[in-house]
């Protein structure tokens, strides 16, 4: 499956964004998917997940009450919901498939998007 992230831009502190991922397949269904962030210099970090169904969700506790993801499997498509961002939230945001269930590392994950890039100015 391929994905495309988009959605991404610069945002005033305290504002709101919407990303997406779409897939490139139907089967994108069958898949749990997962947001991750990367700032400047720094790791590629875990945001949240979303089980098939979207009845099974696990955050970050860096971005729970503040973030918010979700599905729509009719249009191969997770978002990603952000809101009250703070200028840390800054980072290239990637989506990606989930291998394993229930794991924040990298390697639990895969394919990966290309990213797309959220600015919050303060």
């Known amino acids: 499956v391929q994905l495309q992230a988009s959605g991404g831009g610069l945002v005033q502190a305290g504002g709101s964004l919407r990303l997406s991922c779409a897939a490139s397949?139907?089967?994108?269904?069958?898949?749990?998917m997962a947001w991750f962030r990367q700032a400047p210099g720094k790791e590629r970090e875990f945001v949240a997940a979303i089980s098939p169904s979207g009845s099974n969700i696990y955050y970050a506790d860096s971005v729970k009450g503040q973030f918010t993801i979700s599905r729509d499997s009719a249009k191969n498509t997770v978002y990603l919901q952000m809101n009250s961002l703070k200028p840390e939230d800054t980072a290239v945001y990637y989506c990606a498939a989930v291998k394993r269930w229930g794991t924040t590392t990298t390697a639990g994950f895969g394919p990966w998007g290309q990213g797309t890039q959220v600015t919050v100015s303060s």
């Open positions: 397949e139907r089967t994108f269904s069958s898949y749990p």
